[in-house]
């Protein structure tokens, strides 16, 4: 918390992100504008729900999955694997990396855009192996 003098997690947190460079300053003003919109959300939700002229902005919901799957790239690339001794972070991915925050905000946004959740928990479970079939074996 340093790095916000006011001691602040969230600000604290982006000031680490962007002194590391996991994000740059497009990223950084990203970050800002979905946090003005949350709160607009959040502070006036009667009216997000009543009126027909207020709307979540679903290109926003992009941007958020965006910024997650860049963060948790790194994370899980830069902290995750560099201190586990199960896999080599030099034979990982990053592009097939996906964290349980990725997942849920891609079955989110897919939901949002009248799009297949279905297809992509499927594709989800064929890749960890697992089957979607619940009849006893």
Same mark, same amino acid.
């Given at each position: 918390?340093?790095?916000d003098?006011?001691?602040?997690?969230?600000?604290?947190?982006?000031?680490?992100?962007?002194?590391?460079?996991?994000?740059?300053?497009?990223?950084?003003?990203? $970050?800002?504008?979905l +946090?003005?919109?949350?709160? =607009? @959300?959040?502070?006036?939700?009667?009216? &997000? *729900?009543?009126?027909?002229?207020?709307?979540?902005?679903l290109?926003?919901?992009?941007?958020?999955?965006?910024?997650?799957?860049?963060?948790?790239?790194?994370?899980?690339?830069?902290?995750?694997?560099?201190?586990?001794?199960? $896999?080599?972070?030099a +034979?990982?991915?990053?592009? =097939? @990396?996906?964290?349980?925050?990725?997942? &849920? *905000?891609?079955?989110?946004?897919?939901?949002?855009?009248?799009?297949?959740?279905?297809?992509?928990?499927?594709?989800?479970?064929?890749?960890?192996?697992?089957?979607?079939?619940?009849?006893?074996?």
């Amino acid at each position: 918390m340093v790095l916000d003098p006011k001691s602040r997690l969230f600000p604290a947190s982006i000031a680490w992100l962007r002194a590391n460079s996991v994000i740059d300053a497009k990223d950084e003003q990203t $970050i800002a504008d979905l +946090t003005q919109h949350r709160n =607009e @959300i959040a502070h006036k939700l009667p009216e &997000f *729900l009543s009126s027909a002229d207020r709307d979540v902005e679903l290109a926003r919901l992009t941007d958020l999955v965006a910024l997650v799957t860049k963060i948790d790239r790194w994370w899980i690339l830069n902290v995750e694997l560099e201190i586990q001794d199960e $896999i080599d972070p030099a +034979t990982v991915k990053p592009e =097939e @990396i996906m964290s349980g925050h990725m997942i &849920f *905000l891609h079955l989110l946004l897919t939901t949002a855009s009248g799009g297949d959740s279905n297809q992509l928990y499927e594709e989800f479970l064929k890749q960890t192996g697992r089957s979607s079939d619940t009849s006893p074996n």
